[in-house]
Nanobody
């Protein structure tokens, strides 16, 4: 059983930056990729960015060029570096193992508590 704890969210103005962190504990050795999803108020949970076990990264079109996903395997930590934030990036952000492929939608299953990002114009 994998447990995930997200942190690093906050309130920023448009154009600002944040770095989200996700610490994973438990059995993550068999994973194919890790990812970040987000859920805006009144909307579903969508995949934003993923990083495969070989280091390849993938992004939703809406964040491409602004967000960057990375991982620190030694410390079991996943990051999402967010730059040039826009009000439409406002959402609860979640990390996940073998989920959150960009462009896909998710519901159910285990999720951490998430971390809230609020971007004001």
């Amino acid at each position: 059983q994998v447990q995930l704890v997200e942190s690093g969210g906050g309130s920023v103005q448009a154009g600002g930056s944040l770095r989200l962190s996700c610490v994973a504990s438990g059995d993550t050795h068999s994973r194919y990729y890790m990812g970040w999803c987000r859920q805006a108020p009144g909307k579903g949970r969508e995949g934003v960015a993923t990083i495969r076990s070989d280091g390849r990264t993938y992004y939703a079109d809406s964040v491409k060029g602004r967000f960057s996903i990375s991982q620190d395997n030694a410390n079991h930590t996943l990051y999402l570096h967010m730059n040039s934030l826009k009000p439409e990036d406002t959402a609860m952000y979640y990390c996940a193992v073998d989920r959150c492929w960009p462009g896909s939608w998710y519901s159910g299953g285990y999720w951490g508590q998430g971390t809230q990002v609020a971007v004001s114009s």
